[in-house]
């Protein structure tokens, strides 16, 4: 591969003027041999956006033409906002009218129209601080399927799609075995290429009639394209490896079956990438093992299960199923901690003083047999009421997790936990229940955990300097947080300056156990840069660590088993990462992310629109609603208990007329003078929801309407 360092030092020089091929070949005095990579190496940092050829194939850096790349995130009411590639850089806005032919997600190149400065680039902003621009190119197309709904005109047959942010309905020829109007298909799509006309697409796949049962999860697989079955030479490369550990394997590893090790995890857990054990030293030490699957072991580089954990990426746990990164062989068999059998494990051995200090580390290849495996909701009852010898492992642990949780956070991390709604499935799999869970201590006890590994295997890499992947979350953009302290002083809270860590902090202590808290926690994270994978160690700006990796979850992530791979390469460094590894990665998780959120999410609806169709013939259920954001035409508010927004229409908002003010973002009402504003809690009730386009409609009872000012802080 041919280096890009000497190319971009002649880009970046101030008396750089454009060339052509021919011309930067000579400038950097490329070798006749060297000519092919050179040229594969244009083409690929063209397509990423990196490079544009303007005017006669003539090469310049996208920022000296005022163009920028990135992905476009577009919303349904038409326009968008790309966030480029550039870390450094503010996103841009794409108006309705300037997006083109591009599509939600897809990677573009943008023309600015409006000088950089000024802040600009916030999400809403207006006015000159703004930095808008216009698709001029896509650079690569984030889906080459979509689902969506048959439908038919007068004059040609499309399909209407499911994900509201494509804007276009998409044109299909007559399908040739008749498939009834209403089903859901998917399309393949077609190169569209103006917006003069609608993008064309063939059905290749009937998926079948919308309330049929599985047909709403097996639509959100298709429209992320999420893997299928596991290709035959993955099952029979899988098969070869036997079905328990081989005394062979024990060769050189540290043995840890006589301890008592043990593993905590959710009761629906399939997998167990992690244990647990410890030893009492005389010096009143404690010797923390943290094991990890040893999937490294079974999974070589370059066969055909590494290959195919690579294209994957990770696992994807949707809510009703997993679709896995590894063959169930693996993933749920000789790779997972289960109790009462022997496992290879990679573990980080470390020796912790008082208040969680860490006085020493090592790495090493072991063996362990779990002797008890806890749900959380048991380990959880051990911790807080102590019982018996379980009772004590889980209060020793506990207790030194605790005085690291209590060190991480004064050293400046942010407590950005907040609790899950599990979505709870009947055999149909039709949502019965909505269970909150809280980040508990037997949670924390986990994660503090794992954190430590994380950190001490990321100091490990950087010292030794070996090829790796760190997880980095880059510091935010001030004006994010800016944007951000507005939104939360109309909640009546009080902030200071959130571009110090302090203020972030003090924020998120005075926000604990109020209704809003996740709303806020929410908003804040959208503030934030994303967590990404990098191959140099950039820090992690939400936990407040200058080196942090992915390592403790490798039956999931392909990312830790690519650091498992670099940290116990014997005789020297590991052999360097596949170009572009930390990218894929972080798409594919991004991928697996948006796909599962969007699971949960519609069962929680389809949750909903059960509760609503059982209420018809009795009163409706009053749920207790956060206030977001006051608008001309209503209310977007937000479910605590369940975590589910939706929006309170004027016309839905019972026992008064209510006029909007937007010079005080509030609605008042004519006869009852009632002030309704950001962050009061209202009572609401459902009408309406839309399971296609993913929304919920709420109104308001007469006597509930009332609002109750959330408290001041």
């Known amino acids: 591969m041919f280096p890009s360092e000497p190319l971009y030092a002649l880009l970046r020089h101030a008396s750089y003027q454009p060339l052509d091929r021919k011309g930067l070949v000579r400038k950097l005095k490329v070798r006749e041999d060297d000519l092919p990579a050179f040229h594969a190496l244009l083409e690929e940092e063209e397509q990423a956006g990196r490079l544009v050829a303007v005017r006669n194939g003539l090469y310049s850096l996208p920022v000296r033409l005022g163009l920028v790349a990135g992905r476009i995130t577009i919303n349904e009411r038409g326009f968008g906002f790309v966030v480029p590639e550039d870390p450094d850089h503010p996103d841009v806005y794409v108006g309705a009218g300037e997006t083109g032919v591009a599509m939600h997600h897809d990677h573009v190149l943008v023309r600015l129209n409006t000088p950089r400065g000024g802040g600009g680039g916030r999400r809403g902003g207006k006015g000159p601080e703004k930095l808008s621009g216009e698709v001029i190119r896509i650079l690569k197309r984030a889906r080459t399927q979509l689902v969506g709904t048959l439908e038919k005109s007068e004059a040609a047959f499309y399909v209407r799609p499911d994900d509201a942010r494509i804007l276009h309905d998409v044109c299909v020829p007559p399908p040739r075995q008749k498939i009834p109007l209403g089903h859901k298909v ?46 035959d030479a993955v099952l029979r490369e899988a098969d070869r490896i036997p079905d328990a550990v081989q005394p062979a394997d024990l060769h050189g590893r540290e043995d840890f079956r006589k301890d008592f090790v043990l593993t905590i995890d959710p009761d629906d857990a399939k997998d167990f990438d992690d244990a647990l054990s410890y030893r009492l030293q005389p010096d009143g030490v404690l010797e923390v093992a943290i094991h990890i699957a040893d999937v490294s072991h079974y999974v070589r580089p370059g066969s055909p299960l590494d290959a195919e954990a690579r294209r994957r990426g990770n696992s994807v746990y949707l809510v009703d199923r997993v679709i896995p990164m590894l063959p169930e062989k693996l993933s749920n068999g000789l790779c997972s901690l289960r109790p009462n059998v022997d496992r290879l494990v990679k573990s980080v051995v470390v020796r912790l003083g008082r208040g969680g200090k860490v006085l020493g580390t090592r790495f090493v290849s072991g063996v362990i047999h779990s002797r008890q495996r806890f749900t959380y909701q048991e380990a959880y009852k051990l911790i807080r009421k102590p019982v018996g010898l379980m009772g004590k492992h889980l209060s020793i642990l506990g207790n030194m997790a605790m005085d690291l949780r209590r060190a991480r956070f004064a050293e400046g991390a942010l407590n950005l936990d907040f609790p899950e709604v599990k979505v709870r499935l009947d055999a149909a799999g039709k949502p019965v229940r909505l269970e909150k869970i809280e980040n508990d201590a037997s949670h924390q006890l986990i994660e503090e955990y794992m954190l430590l590994a994380n950190e001490l295997v990321a100091k490990e890499l950087r010292r030794a300097n070996r090829a790796a992947l760190y997880r980095v979350h880059e510091n935010p953009e001030p004006a994010r947080l800016a944007e951000f302290r507005a939104q939360v002083q109309t909640l009546g809270i009080q902030v200071g300056d959130l571009t110090l860590r302090g203020e972030i902090q003090k924020l998120l202590t005075r926000i604990a156990g109020r209704p809003e808290e996740p709303v806020i926690k929410t908003n804040l994270l959208k503030s934030m840069k994303r967590a990404v994978y990098s191959e140099k160690p950039l820090g992690h700006f939400g936990l407040a660590k200058k080196n942090y990796s992915h390592f403790t979850s490798p039956i999931r992530r392909y990312a830790d088993l690519a650091v498992h791979r670099g940290l116990f390469t014997p005789g020297g460094k590991p052999s360097p990462l596949p170009p572009g590894l930390a990218d894929s990665l972080s798409a594919l998780e991004r991928t697996a992310a948006d796909a599962e959120k969007e699971s949960v999410i519609l069962k929680k609806l389809e949750y909903f629109l059960l509760k609503s169709k059982a209420s018809q013939n009795s009163a409706k259920e009053v749920f207790p609603a956060l206030v977001l954001e006051v608008r001309s035409g209503g209310l977007l508010v937000e479910l605590p208990e369940f975590l589910v927004t939706g929006f309170v229409r004027i016309s839905e908002m019972q026992g008064d007329f209510y006029d909007y003010d937007g010079a005080r973002q509030e609605l008042r009402g004519e006869k009852t003078k009632t002030k309704v504003r950001t962050g009061m809690r209202i009572g609401v009730h459902v009408v309406q929801v839309d399971l296609g386009r993913r929304l919920v409609d709420f109104g308001t009872t007469r006597q509930k309407l009332i609002p109750t000012p959330a408290a001041k802080g």
């Not at 959100?220 to 079955?229: A, D, M, N, T, W």
């Open 186 to 231: 998917v399309v393949r799509l077609k190169e569209w290429t103006s917006t003069k006309v609608s993008p064309e697409g063939e059905i290749i796949e009937v998926l079948g009639p919308p309330d049929q049962p599985g047909i709403d999860l097996l639509s959100i697989i298709r429209k992320f394209e999420l893997p299928g079955e596991f290709p």
